[in-house]
């Protein structure tokens, strides 16, 4: 069984920029959550998507945003990129039912310069 | 909304020693309690987790606790090994229902030969 693929491992952008990081799910996995890591503030939430839509969302402005597409695979995208953005963006994979396991894939580096 | 606290930030034991991490939650309504090991260039791997229902899990060498009443749970690892060196989280949903986890700050972990 596939893990969470999440596209591209790597990438470098410059400050006014956008970005788009992608997410395919576990199979059968309906519910796609992000995270931003940094080392400062740890793992935070940014919003979790399920069948399209979105079901929950943490406390990041506009500029983070993101879709679901119908086979579960997720984008997120972030607009006029600043440096505080550089981070390592995790998406996890979940059945979408309460209390159930969540998988991360290996996360997207994101560094802005 | 809920806050979950983990203690030590680092902890350094010796190979074959036990090392207990341990983490406090804020919401009473949270029933479910996982725990991830990241290591260095990947993503969290989900190893061991609890549902409020059972006040203790087992795992071979991992074990957690959950304690209800006192809002807090443990992670205990018999026996370490070096391949056990890593960052553990723990993170509890922010409340019942379909909520997104929250993470604790991380514990560095190294298990010294």
């Known amino acids: 069984k596939a893990g969470v693929t999440q596209t591209p491992r790597y990438l470098i952008k410059t400050r006014g920029q956008q970005v788009t990081l992608s997410c395919s799910p576990i199979s059968g996995h309906r519910s796609v959550s992000w995270y931003q890591q940094t080392p400062g503030q740890g793992l935070q939430f940014l919003f979790e998507y399920f069948s399209e839509t979105q079901r929950n969302k943490g406390n990041f402005p506009g500029r983070f945003s993101g879709r679901q597409f119908s086979n579960s695979r997720s984008e997120m995208n972030v607009s006029t990129l600043e440096l505080g953005d550089s981070a390592l963006y995790l998406c996890?994979?979940?059945?979408?039912?309460?209390?159930?396991?969540?998988?991360f894939g290996q996360g997207t580096r994101l560094t802005v310069v | 909304g809920e806050n979950v606290e983990q203690h030590p930030s680092t902890l350094s034991v010796q190979e074959g020693d036990s090392a207990v991490i341990k983490c406090t939650y804020s919401d009473s309504a949270s029933n479910y309690f996982p725990w991830y090991k990241q290591e260095l260039g990947k993503g969290p791997q989900l190893i061991i987790d609890i549902r409020s229902n059972v006040g203790e899990k087992k795992d071979q060498r991992i074990a957690v606790t959950l304690n209800k009443t006192a809002k807090h749970f443990s992670l205990h690892i018999t026996e370490t090994q070096p391949e056990d060196s890593a960052v553990y989280f723990c993170a509890a949903p922010k409340g019942a229902g379909n909520t997104p986890l929250v993470f604790g700050k991380g514990t560095r972990l190294s298990v010294i030969a």
């Open positions: 996890a994979s979940n059945t979408g039912t309460v209390n159930t396991e969540a998988f």
